[in-house]
């Protein structure tokens, strides 16, 4: 099983759309949690960290699921410019001196 | 500020070469990440440094990768001997493991590599 599983998709959306993504971990002690976005042919970036009680960033909220171990994404109103790979990454703290693991990534595009 | 840099941004090299790829993470980051990702795939996790601690090189594909870093600055990912397979783009990432913002990886624009 890998440490960090994601739908891989692909997510074919009209414009307008809300969309969803989950991803799970197999490591119970990880501590950090991140969302990054990445564009055809370009590096990752990074597009928000996910904390305990969720956070929302515009369009973008993210949930954490310590007990079932999993992180989700939110999109809403999608955009044509949302078309990207979204990927899920775990940081293992001190059971793993630190280490991130990334998922697979889903990957979205948003039709007009 | 300065991102990370990597160099090349691009190399063609023959079957049997060696190459060696160069990252140049943000200043003051202690963690430096390699990953190569192949045309249309995910990110493959290849070695990991963390401050003065022995590098995760758990990811490495073969005797033939080996990286390095010297203190908390500029690394290198030499591959022996390379072969088609090995062709992919090479991307570092580098971040801080404490206070605001840690574990936040930073991206370089990654090393494009063709083995003909």
């Known amino acids: 099983r890998k440490e960090v599983e994601q739908d891989p998709g692909p997510f074919n959306v009209p414009e307008g759309a809300t969309v969803a993504f989950n991803c799970t971990y197999s490591n119970s002690a990880s501590q950090s949690f991140f969302w990054y976005r990445q564009d055809c042919r370009k590096e990752p970036k990074l597009l928000m960290s996910?904390?305990?009680s969720g956070n929302e960033d515009g369009r973008f909220t993210a949930q954490l699921n310590r007990a079932s171990q999993y992180i989700s994404l939110l999109i809403r109103d999608s955009k044509l410019s949302d078309s990207a790979t979204y990927l899920c990454v775990v940081n293992n703290g001190n059971t793993n001196a630190g280490k991130s693991t990334f998922g697979d990534g889903t990957t979205l595009t948003v039709k007009p | 500020g300065a991102g990370v840099s990597q160099s090349p941004s691009n190399k063609v090299t023959e079957k049997g070469k060696d190459v060696e790829l160069r990252c140049d993470p943000i200043s003051g980051h202690t963690a430096l990440y390699w990953y190569r990702q192949r045309l249309g795939q995910g990110l493959e996790f290849l070695i990991y440094f963390q401050g003065n601690s022995a590098p995760d090189k758990s990811g490495l594909p073969s005797d033939r990768f080996s990286a390095e870093r010297t203190g908390e600055s500029v690394s290198t990912l030499t591959i022996q001997r390379t072969q088609q397979e090995d062709s992919a783009v090479y991307l570092c990432?580098?971040?801080?493991?404490?206070?605001?913002?840690?574990?936040?990886?930073?991206f370089g624009p990654g090393t494009r590599l063709t083995v003909l």
């Open positions: 990432a580098s971040s801080i493991t404490s206070g605001r913002g840690r574990d936040t990886q930073y």
């Open positions: 996910v904390y305990s």
